[in-house]
């Protein structure tokens, strides 16, 4: 599966396998076909988004690093509530999902 | 407000948690096990219940057998608790975890702590760019929802779940565009004292299998200097420089960063166990008694948290910690619990086999002794090598001073990306051994929790509740 992401540039994961199970979601306000299985993080990869937030102290682009929950670099918003591990959500239908942009989204929340 | 109350609480769903939950409730403690992830196995089984069984079969025999530890504790009797955290642990076993977004408390008459192992984190210039990220990280991707790289794939590191996953990626058809193996010379005499007992273990067959397939059908390049990753705001390539002033680049989409595993100790830590240095794994374990039980009476650690074993030996661990919980508890006499637990004790010995050999294998590079001035060494702070080297000269060994001056380690993570690397710079900068350093300090809560579930916290009547959240 070949996907462009908001820059325009080509997704750099993929399946190796079906999904037998799909959900519908919604990334940065794209619909998005996800496998049943994945979590946030995998679903946002696959999706062609590699940085997840921008770092609240630096301001540079962050993305997955451990995909188990000791990083916090995968902090997205999901359902309006921000700073949530992306790598530990499963997703659910119709679930909305906001990559955060701005540095100082979701601090002091 | 109303506590509940349990025999036995175990924290983590991986192969020591789930044997141990599965070993209590056998023999009629009540048991809650609570889990930071949604579905259970921890990270070696991670996704093993939805995997498909064609698709179960390209990961290898280490991750089948996770299904069926997954089968008996899905038929024993727990109080099964998903993404859920523990905050604290008081006296006395009263735990505060953090589930639903509520804080709740359980009074527990013994803790068994099973928050396996994470993977020690490699500093080099260029490692928090999107797009890098680490083996574990690529393995769990792959087990949680068929997740592999499209684009040209570079691997940096060392150890060995680096070329379990080179093998993993063939049989996925997922290419690897080179391995840049920063392992260093090998010990040969050490090697060579070590390796009966890695040849008699259950790793050898595999782990030689692996090795040299991957070897011989992926690009090696082995680098005893300095690897950047290059990109502005993704990652674009590696670039490996020779102390002579050349240098090799490779274009690339994916890194996958590796250089062994640690155990993961915050917990474990702030309760306030004695820690021990593992010289021949570089890191920070509890000290255990032969049942796992901590220096904290009736806090048990069981698994790769109290010292990389392996998934195998951390099943056994995990029983062997339970039996002596319910001698604890009195459903066990003294006597039973020790005819139980012989076999057991034998099986635990037995997958340790080999690990010696492993570990002086893999002996970790510590890319962040070489790691250059700009190189990022907390990535919640985003705190550079520099500052935290000039730092460590000015205030030789101080570390909390580090911690407030700098902000380094005060981030989300609380210290787990930094802290491995700090320690070992303190230990080159002050020319001291890394044990000297001491283990990190951790302080409850360990999990970052939003303020307004303090705020609602009832602690009822609990006499000391005010102490542990001032």
Same mark, same amino acid.
């Given at each position: 599966m070949v996907m462009k992401n908001d820059t325009g540039t080509t997704a750099t994961f993929k399946r190796f396998s079906p999904c037998n199970n799909t959900v519908t979601i919604f990334v940065n306000g794209r619909e998005i076909v996800a496998? /049943?299985?994945?979590?946030v993080a995998t679903c946002l990869l696959v999706a /062609?988004?590699?940085?997840f937030q921008y770092n609240k102290a630096s301001g540079e682009p962050r993305g997955p690093y451990?995909?188990? /929950?000791?990083?916090?670099?995968c902090l997205v918003t999901i359902d309006g509530v921000p700073d949530l591990q992306a790598c530990l959500v499963p997703v659910e239908p119709g679930m909305r999902i906001e990559t955060q942009k701005g540095v100082l989204q979701g601090r002091d929340t | 407000m109303s506590i509940n109350s349990v025999d036995v609480l175990v924290v983590g769903a991986g192969p020591a948690g789930l044997s141990a939950a599965i070993e209590l409730s056998k023999r009629g403690a009540t048991t809650m096990l609570i889990d930071?992830? $949604?579905? @259970?196995?921890?990270q070696i089984y991670r996704g093993v219940e939805l995997c498909g069984e064609s698709d179960r079969k390209l990961f290898g025999y280490g991750y089948v057998r996770g299904r069926k530890i997954i089968e008996d504790f899905r038929q024993s009797p727990i109080d099964y608790k998903t993404r859920t955290v523990l905050v604290s642990i008081e006296s006395n076993h009263v735990a505060d975890i953090f589930e639903n977004g509520v804080l709740k408390r359980v009074q527990a008459g013994a803790i068994i702590i099973a928050t396996g192992a994470y993977e020690r984190p490699v500093p080099i210039?260029?490692? !928090?760019?999107?797009g890098v990220m680490t083996i574990g990280a690529a393995q769990i991707a792959a087990k949680q929802a068929s997740v592999i790289p499209s684009g040209r794939t570079v691997i940096v590191g060392n150890g060995a779940l680096l070329w379990l996953l080179a093998w993993q990626y063939r049989n996925f058809g997922a290419s690897i565009d080179a391995i840049i193996d920063l392992?260093?010379?090998?010990?040969i005499s050490k090697l060579l004292r070590d390796f009966w007992g890695f040849a008699a273990s259950s790793y050898f067959l595999d782990g030689a299998k692996y090795y040299a397939l991957s070897r011989v059908s992926t690009r090696v390049i082995t680098a005893r200097d300095q690897v950047e990753i290059l990109g502005d705001t993704r990652v674009e390539g590696v670039v490996v420089m020779q102390k002579n002033g050349k240098y090799q680049k490779f274009a690339a989409d994916t890194v996958l960063l590796h250089d062994g595993i640690l155990p993961n100790t915050n917990l474990l830590g702030a309760i306030g166990c004695e820690m021990l240095w593992s010289l021949s794994q570089c890191s920070w374990r509890p000290k255990v008694n032969i049942w796992q039980? !901590?220096?904290?009476?009736?806090v048990f650690a069981a698994g790769? *948290? $109290?010292?990389?074993?392996g998934a195998i030996a951390a099943e056994y661990s995990g029983r062997i910690a339970a039996l002596d919980a319910l001698r604890q508890l009195q459903i066990l006499t003294s006597q039973e619990r020790d005819t139980l637990a012989q076999p057991w004790i034998r099986q635990r010995s037995r997958a340790r086999w080999g690990r010696n050999f492993i570990d002086a294998y893999f002996s @970790?590079? *510590?890319?962040v002794k070489t $790691?250059?001035? $700009? !190189?990022?060494?907390?990535r919640c702070e985003a705190i550079t090598h520099e500052s935290v080297s000039a730092h460590i000269q000015q205030e030789p060994r101080r570390l909390a001073h580090l911690k407030s001056m700098t902000?380094?380690?005060?981030? @989300?993570?609380q210290g787990r990306m930094c802290s491995p690397s700090v320690a070992a710079l303190t230990a080159q900068i002050s020319d001291v051994?890394?044990?000297?350093?001491g283990p990190p300090s951790h302080r409850f809560p360990v999990s970052p929790l939003p303020l307004a579930a303090l705020a609602k916290f009832d602690v009822g009547l609990s006499q000391d509740a005010g102490k542990l959240h001032e």
């Open positions: 496998s /049943g299985r994945d979590t /062609g988004e590699l940085a451990c995909m188990m /929950g000791v990083c916090f670099e | 930071e992830q $949604a579905q @259970p196995g921890g210039k260029g490692w !928090t760019l999107p392992g260093g010379r090998k010990q039980e !901590t220096s904290v009476s009736g790769d *948290n $109290a010292g990389i074993d @970790p590079s *510590n890319t $790691a250059s001035d $700009a !190189t990022i060494v907390c902000r380094c380690g005060m981030g @989300p993570c051994h890394p044990y000297q350093v």
